[in-house]
């Protein structure tokens, strides 16, 4: 694999760990919504050409801006059940680490798992993340949908930068 194009996931939670809660509710993130304020995102989302989201995560999106915001790169739905691709969105039947490896071998920029907690962990499983950007929300939600699951090996991280924000989230950079 080339060195150069790393596997990144880019996602919020909450201060005890939850992506979301348990109805699948990603209402807390507003509490730190605020007008031109994108925490990096749209800078970030420059340095993607490949998104790799989960069906669930792909699904709650559809429902949530009627449209798939990474259209414009190269896309993969990991699914249990084959469809046909929609444009640029595959949905993809493989295994995570082979889609990876092929993404890697070809030229590009980077990689962006946009979620959701199974994906995340499988890859964890699979030792395919590079680098995490980790925003956490200033709220106890107290169950919900963890992060991180058990069952997965350890793994060592670098602290690139910890960068707080006017409305109290904090972003965690790391690496491996």
Do not use: C, W
Not at 20 to 39: K, N, P, W
Not at 65 to 83: G, L, N, S, W
């Amino acid at each position: 694999m080339k060195p150069g194009r790393k596997v990144i996931i880019y996602i919020a939670t909450s201060l005890d760990g939850y992506i979301a809660t348990r109805d699948d509710g990603l209402d807390f993130l507003s509490l730190v919504e605020e007008i031109g304020q994108d925490y990096g995102y749209m800078d970030f989302i420059e340095t993607v050409d490949a998104v790799i989201v989960g069906r669930k995560t792909y699904d709650k999106v559809i429902s949530m801006v009627y449209a798939f915001p990474h259209a414009d790169k190269e896309a993969y739905v990991i699914t249990r059940t084959a469809r046909p691709d929609i444009g640029s969105i595959k949905f993809y039947t493989g295994s995570l680490k082979e889609l990876v490896s092929n993404l890697k071998s070809k030229p590009g920029k980077n990689i962006f798992v946009d979620g959701g907690a199974e994906i995340i962990n499988e890859m964890l499983k699979e030792n395919l993340i590079d680098e995490f950007y980790i925003s956490i929300i200033p709220i106890l939600l107290g169950e919900g949908i963890s992060l991180f699951k058990n069952g997965r090996p350890e793994l060592k991280l670098k602290l690139v930068s910890a960068t707080p924000y006017a409305k109290g989230l904090v972003q965690l950079h790391y690496t491996r």
